[in-house]
């Protein structure tokens, strides 16, 4: 990814990011004549460290293989899209993918905890950690998490995993009105 970036920096040329193509924001389409860089094939787990709690996982790993990575160690990886069968890590992580259960989990944002990203000029950056607590100084990973790909392209994600619940409950609700969500939510919370 390095390699092409610098030479399509030296040629003034764009570089597009794919991925799955499962987002709806358009952001991986090539029309203008860019070098479209496909990340489908960096689709390896790297590490996985159960004292931690973290995973880490190249940009194109499908987010489903991430997850039956995680269970298959008795752990749980929250985030979970109706593309999980097809969207990669460097999608969900640039677009800041919340997914159905964002109101338990929180957002992707809340998962990374270090990244590899590629700039346009080639140059690669190391991001964060692998540690849950750390107070390095700036946070620089948060600007390329919903960037889509816009500052660099993310190559390598380092995520947090969470314990297994142990139990898990399916309600159906039917609030009298859409003004009594909120405050549902709030009791449920």
Do not use: H, W
Request: proline fraction near 3%; aromatic fraction near 6%; charged fraction near 15%.
């Amino acid at each position: 990814v390095s390699a092409i970036l610098k030479i399509c920096s030296e040629n003034k040329l764009a570089g597009v990011p794919q991925g799955g193509r499962t987002g709806l924001s358009g952001a991986a389409v090539a029309f203008n004549g860019e070098v479209v860089i496909n990340l489908s094939k960096m689709n390896k787990i790297q590490a996985f460290d159960s004292l931690g709690l973290t995973i880490t996982a190249e940009a194109g790993l499908i987010l489903e293989n991430l997850q039956e990575a995680v269970a298959q160690a008795g752990f749980l990886f929250p985030l979970d899209f109706a593309a999980k069968g097809s969207c990669q890590v460097g999608g969900f992580v640039s677009t800041n993918a919340g997914g159905v259960k964002v109101l338990k989990y929180g957002m992707t944002r809340q998962f990374v905890l270090g990244m590899t990203v590629v700039l346009a000029s080639g140059q690669i950056l190391q991001l964060g950690t692998s540690l849950i607590k750390d107070n390095s100084g700036y946070d620089l990973k948060q600007i390329f998490i919903g960037a889509e790909g816009t500052l660099g392209i993310i190559t390598e994600v380092t995520f947090q995993c969470v314990s297994q619940p142990k139990n898990a409950i399916v309600a159906l609700l039917n609030p009298p009105s859409f003004t009594a969500v909120p405050k549902l939510l709030a009791t449920l919370k």
